[in-house]
């Protein structure tokens, strides 16, 4: 099995692809001439253009050009309560009877931030943002502050935000920190956190960095080398809050001075939060003391908020999660059987409802894993799976919403046996 024989399956996959897409194509020339590489998200571009939604309801997305696809890949874990939860939409429209852009506080910002609260044991208090990277931006700075220390630990490979990439092609947008890398899951590396470290940001699995979970142990250590140092614990729990209803701080039974919040929880209205313990949040308090200002003209719009509070109070309680999980733990298991029997080199990762498709030999611990990924053969994988009506991340990431039923797993598992078939049949 060579590369080049991947290479050249993909092409003809992409051309027959654009060949069913042609106003994809025609309004992907557009956008092209007003937005440079005819995108405002680089995450959604996609080999050689995107085919551009049109309308979405439940698990499905139907794009320009009439075709329809089953959505597994849930906005890259923001679309949790499928394309059109009826409690967001009836609380969105309910607000903006009222009016928005107030420039004062109102009433959900508060039920939005006790129900955070309530279901988060390590958050006392929180504050809201309009994006997973800002949260994170704030608190970096919030713990900067409460330290008096500079030093950031991260994973190497780690995504927390559009200026927080720590993988390849990450480092010219970095926020200037005085970041340190270590490798995700080394126990070992764990004495290089000194008392000169503000803050330990890490994902309890890493998200975009693969769907790598952490290793209980490792998380244990983690905790105890911050208490050791003083260095704060932040947990990004932008994509993995949603593996219970206390986030999966709550399986790990670690507990982080600090956490960040985002994606699902506005049931796909624009979010952030990042919160946790009251004494280190008193920074923003004046009555505390607290020198902080938090700027942000958006942090309490009434849409998010309203939202916030219906997806968190009607929508995602343990009961709705504690399926999801297990839906997407047995669709890994079968994905994995079926990569197993395959002579192809797929690996499957991943936590509940969250997993990514690599093609490595395996196993995959951490980033430096993937490092010999075969990227012809993600990408052919990515367009055989598309041309069966199934839609993932080119990069192989596949988020379940609620709107994900067991026969659409089914399905999901067919046409990827499928695709394996036709794949190899070809080599
Ligand atoms: C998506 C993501 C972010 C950034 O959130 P945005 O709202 O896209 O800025 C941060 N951390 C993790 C783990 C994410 O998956």
Redesign the pocket.
């Given at each position: 099995m060579n590369m080049s024989t991947f290479l050249a399956q993909r092409k003809a996959a992409e051309v027959r692809y654009a060949d069913k897409r042609p106003r994809s194509k025609e309004l992907f020339d557009r956008a092209s001439t007003v937005m440079p590489g005819g995108s405002t998200r680089s995450v959604l571009d996609v080999q050689p253009f995107p085919f551009r939604v049109a309308s979405a309801t439940g698990s499905q997305l139907t794009d320009v050009d009439g075709i329809t696809y089953i959505d597994f890949l849930g906005d890259?874990?923001?679309g949790l309560l499928g394309h059109d939860p009826a409690p967001v939409r009836a609380a969105v429209t309910a607000a903006l009877e009222n009016g928005w852009s107030f420039g004062g506080v109102h009433t959900d910002e508060i039920r939005a931030a006790e129900a955070i609260v309530d279901r988060f044991p390590s958050v006392e208090q929180v504050r809201f943002t309009?994006?997973?990277?800002?949260?994170?931006l704030m608190a970096l700075q919030l713990a900067r502050h409460h330290t008096g220390r500079d030093r950031i630990v991260v994973s190497d490979g780690?995504?927390?935000?559009?200026l927080?990439y720590f993988g390849h092609g990450g480092e010219a947008l970095l926020a200037p920190f005085d970041f340190m890398r270590v490798t995700y899951n080394d126990i070992d590396a764990l004495p290089a956190i000194d008392s000169t470290v503000a803050a330990v940001l890490i994902?309890p699995m890493?998200?975009?960095?693969g769907c790598i979970p952490a290793r209980q142990e490792y998380l244990e250590a983690l905790r105890r080398r911050c208490d050791e140092t003083g260095a704060l614990l932040i947990f990004?729990?932008?994509?993995?809050s949603r593996m219970s209803a206390g986030g999966l701080q709550q399986r790990t039974g670690v507990t982080p001075d600090l956490t960040?919040l985002?994606?699902y929880l506005a049931g796909g209205m624009?979010?952030?939060a990042f919160g946790g313990r009251s004494d280190v949040m008193a920074a923003f308090d004046p009555a505390r003391g607290g020198t902080l200002t938090h700027g942000g003209t958006f942090n309490n719009n009434v849409v998010s908020m309203a939202a916030a509070t219906a997806a968190l109070s009607e929508l995602l309680s343990e009961r709705a999660l504690s399926p999801l999980f297990s839906r997407g733990e047995t669709l890994r298991s079968r994905l994995s059987d079926l990569f197993h029997a395959s002579a192809l080199p797929l690996v499957t990762t991943g936590v509940g409802s969250m997993m990514a498709i690599h093609t490595v030999d395996g196993p995959v611990r951490g980033p430096h894993d993937l490092q010999h990924s075969d990227h012809e053969l993600k990408q052919l994988l990515f367009h055989e799976m598309l041309h069966r009506g199934c839609y993932f991340a080119p990069r192989g990431f596949i988020a379940l919403s609620l709107d994900i039923t067991d026969a659409q797993c089914d399905t999901f598992l067919d046409a990827m046996s499928d695709a394996i078939d036709a794949i190899s049949a070809s080599q």
């Open positions: 890259y874990s923001a309009n994006s997973g990277t800002e949260a994170n780690a995504y927390h935000g559009g927080l994902e890493m998200g975009a960095g990004d729990e932008v994509m993995t960040t985002g994606k624009t979010f952030g």
